[in-house]
């Protein structure tokens, strides 16, 4: 869901929100299964089966995930073949559903997750000198690492849940609520390389290890009107609290330094949407909500300094949305949207572990401005969805990476503007043949003349700069906001040929572009992305019921060789997407 969402979903949510539903248990018997095999060993096996207990009063799902794959990158400086690359992941979800009445549920979840792996390979040296250009130091499938610990990462989380609705005659009651545990560890060759052969210079060597112990409980209340009259509306209340550890730990440096986060909110919400004529709706909303975080060091070393360097922030906000949707026609609507939004204060204390303060950000408020139409046309055989929009942040936040100083701040700039429009699309062109395409321009600006920030080791650095006691410093206004595209565009097409009256083989292909994308707050001429493409194919036979499927796959179809992120650390180091991955897959459901 784009753009604020400051009254139902409200925490921290300036940009929208990914709301995902599972598949719940039901009152028939069900199975459901996918398995694949590809490239490096990988295998991917995910099923489900609902089990009726007692038909219309208890029902269970279950479901599960296995995923693996081998290592298939080389180590150049040991001289090893196939170390790094790997992983084995599996994970599990019991839902019961319980109905004893026509007015009362009660469904309540479980899951686990225990993921085995490696964390993301760094690579040093591989982007310019001068532009952003992969160079000879470039090898996919090797690595030049000294140390590192085969770049390790395990985690493993648990989260209960339990949701209660109950249908009164003239509103619905929920409670939701949820507890999650996760712990984990990840260790990495932060230089991307050794310091004997590189590549390139690598001044320092860093390998270093975080890992996290969090807890979080959440609890969240409504009231929902039951009526589909010309006036719903609904009410509730969110309280969320959680804590963590991080512990960071160097190989041979920084000393370990152990952070305590802790952080509390609570929020009041209501929503009514009124039938204005059958063509017209309006809806409002209004949260107010209070935050609150707080940081101590609990573990200290002689780089972090004495004392728990305790910090808190706290806020409190309203934020609200008001929007109109007018039905054009049958086939047609228009909408407009205003909408006030805020992510709350906050702390980061990575850089206690050397040397350096906490750092602060307050509150970053924004007001969102959008509106556009939806239809399907031709005799519904053409979707096309647009929208436009213009929003303003006061006090954005940002995460300030400076290599150069070992800096990774928080800072709030002065304000910040974007603005663009969005359009997606979906083509019936025959019962066979359907075509979806969308495309979006974002142009985003940091506004702020005095900002000054920490600048990389070793780039090229293109923004202007100034000293500020004895440290150059990059001045970001008028930058676009880090790592977010100005174009981004997908188009996909499917096929199918008929096979009797049951089935069909069908090719599916899809693709994505992603226009120049800043990776840092300060710019560069090393650290930005432009012109990626990934692509992929799927060939394959499938009922038309939906309950088989098998099918020939290949992903990044033209082993495209994607920049996805950088460290500026002490050398010009990035990491890159996954290569061409070719595997067949199968697909039941009954």
């Not at 307050?362 to 979707?383: C, D, H, N, P």
Request: charged fraction near 20%; glycine fraction near 12%.
């Amino acid at each position: 869901m784009r753009g604020p969402q400051g009254t139902l979903f409200g925490r921290n949510t300036p940009a929208g929100i990914v709301k995902i539903d599972t598949v719940k248990p039901g009152d028939e018997f069900a199975v459901d299964g996918s398995v694949s095999y590809g490239s490096f060993n990988s295998v991917s096996a995910d099923g489900g089966v609902t089990l009726p207990l007692a038909p219309g009063v208890v029902s269970l799902r279950l479901s599960g995930l296995w995923q693996q794959r081998d290592n298939w990158v080389d180590n150049g400086f040991t001289g090893e073949e196939d170390v790094y690359g790997a992983y084995s992941e599996v994970a599990g979800r019991a839902q019961l559903l319980i109905t004893p009445g026509d007015r009362l549920s009660v469904l309540g979840s479980y899951s686990v997750r225990d993921l085995d792996g490696q964390s993301t390979l760094f690579r040093a040296n591989i982007l310019g000198p001068g532009d952003n250009e992969l160079n000879d130091n470039y090898d996919r499938d090797t690595v030049f690492y000294d140390a590192g610990g085969r770049n390790d990462a395990a985690y493993k989380a648990e989260i209960a849940t339990a949701k209660v609705d109950y249908e009164a005659d003239f509103a619905t009651f929920t409670s939701i609520t949820s507890w999650a545990n996760s712990e984990g560890r990840s260790r990495g060759d932060i230089d991307g390389g050794n310091l004997v052969t590189g590549p390139g210079f690598i001044p320092f060597p860093s390998d270093t290890q975080d890992s996290i112990d969090l807890e979080q409980f959440t609890q969240e209340v409504r009231i929902a009107s039951a009526s589909n009259g010309p006036v719903q509306w609904q009410v509730g209340g969110f309280y969320f609290d959680s804590e963590f550890d991080v512990t960071t730990i160097g190989f041979d440096f920084p000393p370990p330094v152990t952070v305590n986060h802790t952080n509390e909110s609570w929020a009041v919400f209501g929503q009514v949407t009124g039938e204005i004529t059958p063509a017209l709706k309006l809806t409002g909303g209004l949260r107010y909500t209070e935050d609150e975080k707080a940081f101590a060091v609990t573990q200290t070393s002689f780089i972090s300094g004495p004392g728990a360097q305790e910090r808190s922030v706290k806020d409190e906000r309203i934020s609200w949305d008001l929007a109109a949707f007018y039905d054009v026609g049958a086939d047609a609507s228009v909408y407009a949207r205003v909408a006030s939004g805020f992510r709350a204060p906050t702390i980061q204390g990575r850089d206690v572990a050397f040397g350096s303060p906490p750092s602060i950000a307050t509150s970053e408020k924004i007001m969102s401005y959008e509106a556009g139409f939806k239809s399907e046309l031709a005799g519904r055989s053409v979707r096309l969805n647009g929208a436009v929009y213009y929003y303003t942040i006061d006090d954005p936040q940002f995460t300030a990476v400076g290599g150069a100083g070992n800096l990774v701040q928080l800072v709030n700039a002065d304000q910040g503007r974007g603005y663009g429009f969005e359009l997606d699309s979906a083509f019936q062109i025959s019962p066979d043949f359907l075509v979806t395409a969308g495309v979006s321009w974002n142009n985003t600006e940091i506004q702020d003349d005095t900002l000054a920030v920490g600048i990389c080791f070793q780039c090229t650095v293109t923004d202007p700069t100034v000293v500020l006691s004895g440290n150059t410093r990059a001045l970001v206004d008028g930058n676009p906001f880090p790592n977010a595209p100005e174009w981004i565009a997908d188009v996909t097409a499917r096929y199918g040929v008929p096979v009797g009256n049951a089935g069909e083989i069908f090719a599916f292909t899809d693709w994505a572009y992603q226009g120049k994308t800043n990776i840092f707050i300060y710019e560069s001429a090393e650290f930005n992305t432009n012109n990626q493409i990934e692509g992929g194919l799927r060939v394959g036979y499938a009922k038309l019921d939906g309950t088989f499927e098998v099918a020939a796959f290949v992903r990044n179809i033209l082993d495209a060789d994607n920049v996805k992120g950088g460290i500026d650390f002490n050398n010009n180091t990035a990491f890159v997407n996954d290569p061409r991955v070719f595997g067949i897959s199968a697909r039941v459901s009954y």
